[in-house]
């Protein structure tokens, strides 16, 4: 079993193709949405009531434990508001609200707290860490972080790392972790806090995966013609990740070569359609005809 | 037979690090070095009588045919004088000295004539499309270009790629040419203008293959965790290429993805000592060799 803890959100995404407004999102939606076709997934995040009820039962339908979700009465939901560029690779924020989020005090459910797999979607370090002790002897616990995080409470976010097996992050993150450019040395850095795996994700130019013994994976990016919305591309990768490694049950080299691959596969799924739309479609047939695409795709 | 034309320069490369004067360079010297693993290849280039002789006498002991070197007597080379930043990812320009080059009017020697392959290495468009036309009738022409040329002379650059059958292009330089951030838009605007390939260099992303068919191949780069100067990578890229296809002949898909490949490797040898150096010191050995650790490197 896998327990996912971040944010649930409402987004209003603006691309001058199409805007639409106060849609599901949130990074644990996205990684829940692509773990749960790999493995059994629970979700832990608070909401507003102001969170349309079909978007919980859109999770449920999915087959997504969605018992550790809390509502706080008369509470709102958080909120992030961006638009796109003409090329959709620039996103400019317009508001964020936190809401609820602001004083969240998590609390993990007894009956997630057996789970072998944790991923951690972007949040406060230290709310991260102290979760971490809820769980009885996870095999894998990977984490995320963003730019907040890192300017605002670094020591946290490498303290966070430093409980984690696996650091899923992104290559401008990355680099402003670890103030280095050369993404071979961030990785180094991460690891050094450590975890025994860091994934560097480069959005369109795809992902490496290193290891602690000096083991390297580079994957290019599933090729599309086109994208609709690159909102939560990193997460659905990392729910692909870290849920075809629960669904293998091995924390070795050659499975987390694969899980990036299906992170790769989960992400190209993601920025199809608006916001959670081509995630909440898809079956696990569409999964594995893609990453054999993929096998074809990259085969030489 | 591969006939390369193109510059062959004297560099000035600074580095955080380390600086080398006048040193062996040019876009036809690093692809004629690389391509000369695979097949015989002769080489058309201006020089002024400043080029140090022990430079020819470099490329003739890697076996390239160099009677297609022009020197100008009392002329002086071209010389590029450029720094790189500490992450040796932005390079300045400081000096260009176009010298021999500006007033060149180029001939192929007879013996070149019968060429089944051709690779025009960045230079002026109008020379290029001239050039062609001492050819019989190669089986593939490739061409590449730069910044400059889009900008001056955007119109023959276009009926340029139009005379080929493969054009190599970094991902900045193809945005620019075709006025389109997204890579696959631009490969299919490049394809419209004549040529069955297009294979856009991302630098340390790698590379992707786009064919006139709808065929793609993405590959990531070679990894490295240190270069030492990222001159002629791209132009080595470009010579494994072109090189691979002489060597095995056939003009087909399955070739050019291992063509990529093998320009991947070959743009890894070239960043990691200064200027030609890596190139000259590598044998056909060392190539089958990494192309072997890509492939394991790569596999999943």
């Known amino acids: 079993m ?3 803890f971040g944010t649930m959100a409402l987004d209003t995404t603006r691309t001058p193709f199409r805007t639409e407004v106060r849609i599901l999102g949130g990074a644990a939606t996205f990684a829940s949405l692509s773990a749960c076709v790999f493995t059994k997934t629970a979700m832990v995040a608070v909401i507003g009531s102001d969170m349309p009820k079909e978007n919980i039962s859109a999770l449920d339908r999915k087959g997504i434990d969605t018992r550790g ?9 958080f909120h992030y508001d ?15 609200e936190l809401n609820v989020i602001a004083d969240f005090n998590p609390v993990i459910p007894a009956e997630y707290a057996g789970s072998d797999y ?37 020591d946290n976010v490498v303290k966070m790392m430093g409980k984690t097996d696996a650091v899923v992050i992104n290559d401008s993150e990355a680099r402003l972790l670890c103030k280095e450019v050369n993404l071979a040395r961030c990785a180094k850095k991460i690891l050094s806090f450590g975890p025994k795996f860091a994934i560097i994700k480069k959005g369109e130019h795809g992902a ?3 290891s602690s013994d000096g083991e390297v994976f580079p994957a290019p990016a ?42 790769n596969v989960m992400g190209s799924f ?6 959670v739309k081509k995630l909440l479609s898809i079956t696990a047939d569409d999964v594995w005809e893609r990453y054999e695409k993929y096998r074809n795709l990259v085969q030489f």
């Open 118 to 154: 944790v991923y951690l979607a972007n949040n406060d370090p230290k709310q991260n860490i102290k979760i971490l002790e809820h769980f009885a002897s996870p095999k894998l616990v990977a984490c995320d972080t963003i730019e907040y995080w890192i300017e605002q409470d670094r």
């Open 208 to 210: 490496i995966l290193f």
């Open 222 to 263: 599933f090729f599309l013609d086109e994208i609709s919305d690159p909102t939560g591309a990193g997460d659905s990768f990392a729910g692909g990740f870290v849920g075809h490694v629960a669904k293998i049950g091995k924390v070795d080299f050659r499975t987390l070569k694969e899980a990036v691959i299906y992170g």
């Open 69 to 77: 979700l809390v509502t706080v009465k008369n509470g709102k939901t």
């Open 82 to 96: 961006s638009s796109f560029d003409y090329n959709l690779s620039n996103r400019t924020t317009n508001k964020t």
């Open 270 to 275: 993601a920025v199809q359609d608006f916001g």
């Open 2 to 4: 896998l327990t996912v």
